[in-house]
């Protein structure tokens, strides 16, 4: 069984950088890709991005320009940096393991994030 | 991008009926990379169906998935209040991935 465990500072000032860890309990991260999604206060999923064990990354376009994902996995930790946050970035934030073949097959329970001065 | 249109937005069944959620993608592209999740109040959402027709680890037979192309259903056999839920597509075979704006299933 896996589990995922977000953490973060629940409140972001505007311009700011949001920063998540996800921490994973796991035998190995090793030989999976592991990525985050959010969802707005209006209930709808966003897909942010998903990075591979050996450090390959895909980000969603709309985000790659603020957006650094790092993996360590002798921690079991995935990160996520923001950077220059607006309200519209407010959401529950997912971190959840991706199979190619499958999507999203285990999730973290989320942790909400505001921006807001 | 693929958009995903969930319809209907809201489905409201008694227990034992009979449920039809319907998803359909703007283009082809992703293939049969086709998932539902089930998300109840609260929690995170939880796989159901994945490449369009396969059940996930532990989910009832209740819950069946079909379609290909861009034109996908998931269906639920005799619904029960624990199916209450909100329920997303999503498609993984291109990037980037997309979800659906969701269909609320409520019981009577």
């Known amino acids: 069984q896996v589990q995922l465990q977000e953490s973060g500072p629940g409140l972001v000032k505007p311009s700011e950088t949001l920063s998540l860890t996800c921490t994973v309990s796991t035998d190995s991260m090793s030989g999976f890709y592991w990525g985050w999604v959010r969802q707005s206060p209006d209930k709808r999923l966003e897909w942010i991005a998903y990075m591979y064990s050996s450090g390959y990354t895909n980000y969603n376009p709309s985000l790659k320009s603020r957006l650094t994902l790092e993996l360590d996995t002798s921690k079991s930790q995935l990160s996520l940096s923001l950077t220059s946050v607006t309200a519209a970035d407010t959401a529950v934030y997912f971190c959840a393991r991706f199979l190619a073949a499958k999507g999203f097959d285990y999730w973290g329970q989320g942790t909400l994030v505001t921006v807001s001065s | 991008e693929i958009v995903l249109t969930q319809s209907p937005g809201t489905l409201s069944l008694s227990p034992g009926e009979g449920a039809s959620l319907s998803c359909r993608a703007g283009q082809r592209g992703a293939g049969n990379s086709l998932a539902w999740y089930q998300q109840k109040p609260g929690q995170a959402p939880r796989l159901l169906i994945y490449?369009?027709?396969n059940r996930a680890t532990g989910i009832p037979d209740r819950f069946s998935g079909s379609g290909s192309g861009t034109d996908f259903t998931l269906t639920i056999s005799r619904v029960e209040p624990g199916d209450v839920a909100v329920y997303y597509c999503?498609?993984?075979?291109?990037?980037?991935?997309?979800f659906g704006g969701g269909t609320k299933l409520e019981i009577k």
């Open positions: 490449a369009a027709t």
């Open positions: 999503h498609q993984y075979g291109s990037t980037p991935l997309t």
